[in-house]
Nanobody, 123 residues
Framework: QVQLVESGGGLVQAGGSLRLSCAASGRTFSTTHMAWFRQAPGKEREFVAGSSWGGSLTYADSVKGRFTMSRDNAKNMVYLQMTSLKPEDTATYYC?????????????????WGQGTLVTVSA
């Protein structure tokens, strides 16, 4: 249903900031649960942040206090504001949308993925 395209990745120094954007197409966006995942080479894909269509926010412990997720339903956009970046944040970040919240927070991933955007944090 929803098509997702991430942008905003790049190279940043440790301690710096980046804002990732996810542009969604489709009229069902406002009722789609959205999330950010990331995957570093050789590591499993991990949950970063999630936003239910009702507005509930959930963050991984590793990014709490540093990352902020937001969504603008009027513009069909999802954002991830990343601050105090660390080298261990280096990964490909993926936007994800699912019609059920369990698809975001649970083990099943049957929703829609973006193509990913690479974030590299230099030491």
């Amino acid at each position: 249903q929803v098509q997702l395209v991430e942008s905003g990745g790049g190279l940043v120094q440790a301690g710096g900031s980046l804002r990732l954007s996810c542009a969604a197409s489709g009229r069902t966006f406002s009722t789609t649960h959205m999330a950010w995942f990331r995957q570093a080479p050789g590591k499993e894909r991990e949950f970063v942040a999630g936003s239910s269509w009702g507005g509930s926010l959930t963050y991984a412990d590793s990014v709490k206090g540093r990352f902020t997720m937001s969504r603008d339903n009027a513009k069909n956009m999802v954002y991830l504001q990343m601050t105090s970046l660390k080298p261990e944040d280096t990964a490909t970040y993926y936007c994800y949308g699912d019609r059920v919240w369990s698809g975001v927070i649970g083990p099943s991933r049957r929703g829609t993925w973006g193509q990913g955007t690479l974030v590299t944090v230099s030491a």
